[in-house]
Each structure stands twice: as structure tokens, then as C-alpha cells.
């Protein structure tokens, strides 16, 4: 593997748009008290405040919003009263606009093999 970034700085920062569904996903795991491994909190921190992601993480990413699509189908999905929590940790992730916003440098990333 290699240990430069293989993408540039700005496809590696996240868009407002994932910083706000990130916020969104931080609030309802507030309220609600669930929702998220540390692991996706830490994650949250980076989206809201738009760090850069590294390229291994953005894989990372992409194949946890692959691997939890099928939360997507439980009760209670996008239900901000009463969510269930693979919503609020899909929200930590910064929702579908980060799903879609790493799925476009993905194929650089596996040409390379990240």
C-alpha cells in the first residue's frame, strides 16, 4: 500500500453537505442517547468540522455504507422522533451525501489499491 495520498485535498474534504448531516446525526445520538461506535463519533468529529479524510478511510467508508445499506429497511429509518439506531449512526457518517460524495473517487482508490 502506498503512504502518500493518492487523491487530492479536495476530494478528500468533506462537503458542507456531509458536515450537516453529520450535525444532524451527532444531535439525534444527544437526545436520543444511542447510536454509533466510538469509532463513528470520532468519524463525526472529522466530517463536521471538514477535515481531511485519509484515502484509506474514505474505503473504510465506503465499504461500511455498503455493509450497512440493509439498515435502511429496519423500522423506523429517517424517523427523527423516534429513529432507529443504524439511522442515527448512518447520520454520524454524514448520511447518503457522504455515501455519495466518496463513491466518486473510489475508482482511482482501487486502481491503486486502497
Avoid: C
Avoid at 502506498?2 to 444532524?24: G, N, W
Avoid at 471538514?50 to 465506503?62: A, F, G, I, K
Amino acid at each position: 500500500m502506498i503512504d502518500h495520498p493518492v487523491l487530492s485535498d479536495d476530494q478528500r474534504t468533506p462537503p458542507k453537505t456531509v458536515a450537516e448531516a453529520t450535525r444532524k446525526g451527532r444531535d439525534l445520538r444527544e437526545h436520543h442517547g444511542r447510536g454509533g461506535a466510538e469509532v463513528g463519533v470520532r468519524r463525526a468529529e472529522q466530517l463536521v468540522e471538514r477535515e481531511l479524510v485519509s484515502d484509506r478511510d474514505t474505503q473504510s467508508m465506503y465499504s461500511d455504507f455498503a455493509r450497512h445499506a440493509v439498515d435502511k429497511r429496519t423500522r423506523h429509518w429517517g424517523d427523527t422522533d423516534k429513529p432507529s439506531t443504524g439511522y442515527i449512526a448512518w447520520m454520524l457518517w454524514g448520511g447518503d451525501d457522504a455515501r455519495d460524495w466518496i463513491e466518486g473517487p473510489r475508482p482511482t482508490l482501487r486502481e491503486v489499491g486502497v
